[in-house]
């Protein structure tokens, strides 16, 4: 079965620091990677995915993840951070079809609540 | 852009009563979800579908059934509401290359009294 794990309930951050927002990964076959931010009250937004490739991903809003597979890890990153990048964070994994599994269920993990203080 | 639009933000039910929450996305997607948020729990599957009147359990049917009459609308039934349901609920779709992004509908918050 495949798992994600985000080690981290919540994350503090002061408002212009790099900030990092930890993701491991456990599945069967290759993975495809995602993190998405969820706003109060609000949906999921979609922020970058890794499929294959080059492992330094950059997506939405300065946010850029770095697989390593080695590490089965997804962590996503930010050089600067701002107020308004407080949310709720989502790391979420799939299996690649082409790795003969079966199921392309995708996998959520708990969630990481970031909080930028000015 | 993608829309997925659930009809119904914030519901307030009975227990017992049967319970509708609909979800139409507008970008002909094949695959359609509905997940479960609860605190402390992330996001957890409830059924999905891959196709018209097509059907899959999730981790977490129990206490809900799915139809999915016409490619864009999947709803979700909760057929005899409980309190142990008050939560959020997300839809979701994408196409079928499991490489491709799921995007998710703004939520449907129900409390069950």
């Known amino acids: 079965a495949q798992s994600v794990a985000q080690p981290e309930d919540q994350v503090n951050v002061a408002e212009g620091n790099p900030l990092t927002v930890k993701c491991t990964y456990s599945?069967?076959?290759?993975?495809?990677l995602f993190w998405y931010v969820q706003y109060p009250n609000r949906g999921l937004q979609f922020l970058l995915k890794?499929?294959?490739?080059?492992?330094l991903v950059k997506g939405s809003y300065g946010f850029e993840a770095e697989f390593n597979k080695s590490q089965t890890s997804f962590h996503l990153k930010k050089p600067s951070a701002l107020v308004s990048d407080s949310a709720l964070y989502f790391c979420?994994?799939?299996?690649?079809?082409?790795?003969?599994?079966?199921?392309?269920?995708?996998?959520f993990g708990k969630g990481t609540k970031l909080s930028v203080i000015p | 852009d993608v829309k997925v639009t659930q009809s119904s933000r914030y519901l307030v039910k009975r227990t017992g009563e049967k319970v509708f929450l609909e979800c139409v996305q507008d970008?002909?997607?094949?695959?359609m979800f509905w997940y479960r948020q609860d605190p402390g729990l992330g996001l957890r599957l409830i059924y999905f579908?891959?196709?018209?009147?097509?059907?899959e359990k999730g981790d977490i049917p129990e206490g809900y059934s799915v139809s999915r009459e016409k490619k864009e609308r999947f709803s979700l039934i909760l057929e005899s509401a409980s309190t142990n349901q008050t939560s959020m609920y997300l839809c979701?779709?994408?196409?079928?290359?499991?490489?491709?992004?799921?995007?998710f509908g703004e939520g449907s918050w129900l409390t069950v009294v």
């Open positions: 970008m002909d997607h094949e695959n």
């Open positions: 979701a779709s994408e196409d079928r290359n499991p490489g491709n992004t799921i995007y």
């Open positions: 979420a994994v799939r299996v690649s079809p082409y790795s003969g599994a079966g199921s392309y269920q995708l996998t």
């Open positions: 890794y499929i294959t490739g080059d492992n």
């Open positions: 579908s891959y196709d018209v009147k097509m059907k």
């Open positions: 599945v069967s076959g290759n993975p495809y």
